[in-house]
């Protein structure tokens, strides 16, 4: 059923919320690389939010003021949960350095913004030394179509532009692979063919209960060439720490 909240980027957002099975898989794409102290950009609803809430510290930001309300309200009893409304594009980034962060999550965000490389470099140094960074950004620029262009999206992204982008901020990419092959042709028809401009919460949980099930598993075994999505798992390096004055006189 349509979400009826009164706000048309929460509507959107709902739509995807109870999609559990998705969440889980794209969380499963980021096993054994989330440390304790984690900021989540672009947190929306708080729908992967939810599955952060065991992490020592979670500072989650969004520049839409109404999302972080809900997600105040959705998550109150998390103490471990900081909610902000930050613009993710602006230089203020830099403050939550504070935070020592160990873990940058951002998923579906670097395509809203416009210089996708400068909000790169910011995450870079805000992170700790061995940070990682865990990207997701929609993948294949030929699928760009009209919900691209009502969602915001500046561009969708190949591995070798992402993986330029983020090597030049400093990063060292661990992982860079696509996901979710067979939802680019859906996306094909909606957005190049049909030019649908909302998604389909039909769609969405016919997808969750019957394709993730099987597609998740397949996809663990062969990676596939190309994918509605393209995650990047990417680590600061330690600089070296200066040779031991111990032994001089």
């Known amino acids: 059923m349509p979400s009826a909240h009164p706000d048309p980027v929460i509507r959107d957002l709902e739509i995807m919320a109870p999609a559990e099975r998705y969440g889980r898989w794209i969380y499963s794409q980021f096993d ?24 020592q510290q979670v500072v989650a930001i969004d520049i839409h003021d109404p999302c972080i309300e809900y997600l105040k309200a959705r998550f109150a009893g998390a103490q471990n949960l900081t909610s902000l409304v930050m613009d993710v594009g602006a230089p203020a980034l830099l403050e939550l350095a504070a935070s020592k962060p160990d873990t940058i999550v951002c998923i579906n965000v670097l395509e809203h913004l416009e210089d996708d490389r400068a909000v790169v470099s910011r995450m870079f140094q805000i992170l700790t030394e061995g940070g990682k960074l ?27 532009e992402l993986r330029e982008k983020v090597a030049t901020a400093g990063f060292t990419i661990l992982k860079l692979f696509y996901m979710n092959a067979i939802a680019s042709f859906g996306w094909f028809l909606n957005n190049r063919v049909f030019r649908l401009t909302d998604e389909s919460s039909a769609q969405v949980m016919v997808f969750d209960r019957w394709v993730v099930p099987w597609l998740r598993p397949l996809e663990r075994l062969v990676k596939p060439p190309f994918g509605l999505s393209l995650i990047a798992v990417a680590q600061k390096p330690i600089v070296d720490q200066p040779s031991s004055r111990r032994g001089r006189r």
């Open 32 to 55: 054994g690389h989330l440390g304790q102290r984690v900021i989540e950009c672009g947190a929306g609803i708080g729908n992967f939010t939810k599955f952060l809430l065991d992490r």
């Open 134 to 160: 865990l990207l997701l950004v929609p993948a294949g620029q030929r699928l760009y179509g009209s919900m691209d262009r009502r969602l915001g999206h500046y561009r969708r992204y190949g591995r070798r």
